[in-house]
Structures are given as structure tokens and as C-alpha cells.
């Protein structure tokens, strides 16, 4: 579950291949401010998909010249980053 309040959002419970699809279009559909900072301490499990879907928002907020920043990843997302190779990019900007 996304919630959304003048740029700040937080992203609550799992972040999984099950839900992410729909994660994806309420993010698309959410993160309409020029700078948006998406909060993930309230995520409760992740797998590859939460991986991908932080890359689907950051790549559709480039593609609007708009920012994204992702701050307080779970320890279990951070290792999945750095498993992956990818933690600049899922990382606070």
C-alpha cells in the first residue's frame, strides 16, 4: 500500500512478485510531484520484483524530469541491492 501527502509517500507491507504489478501503476499513478521521497521502512517482505519496481519508478521519473529518492530500505532490500549489484541506484540521491 502506497500513501502519498505533498511529495512524501511510504510504502507499506510486501513488496513481492504477487503485488507488484500493482504497486507499479499506483506509483505511476501517485508520484505526480516534481520531487517525490518514497519512505520503505514500513515494508515488510521483499523479492527480486521490489528490485525491479524501484528501477520502474526511477526510470519513469526520468523519463518526466522528475526525482524519486528512496530512504529507510529494509535490510533484506539493501541485501537484495547489492546482491544485484545495483544499490546507487536504489539508494537516497
Request: charged share 25%; glycine share 6%.
Amino acid at each position: 500500500m502506497i500513501e502519498c501527502n505533498k511529495g512524501r509517500c511510504t510504502l507499506k507491507g510486501a513488496v513481492n512478485l504477487e503485488n507488484a504489478l500493482a504497486l507499479r501503476e499506483d506509483g505511476l499513478r501517485l508520484f505526480t510531484e516534481q520531487e517525490t521521497t518514497l519512505d520503505l521502512s514500513g515494508v515488510t517482505e521483499v523479492d527480486s520484483a521490489a528490485v525491479s519496481l524501484l528501477f520502474e519508478w526511477r526510470r519513469a521519473a526520468l523519463a518526466a524530469n522528475r526525482r524519486i529518492r528512496y530512504v529507510n530500505l529494509p535490510d533484506n532490500l539493501t541485501s537484495l541491492a547489492k546482491l544485484y549489484g545495483v544499490t546507487e541506484i536504489v539508494s537516497a540521491e
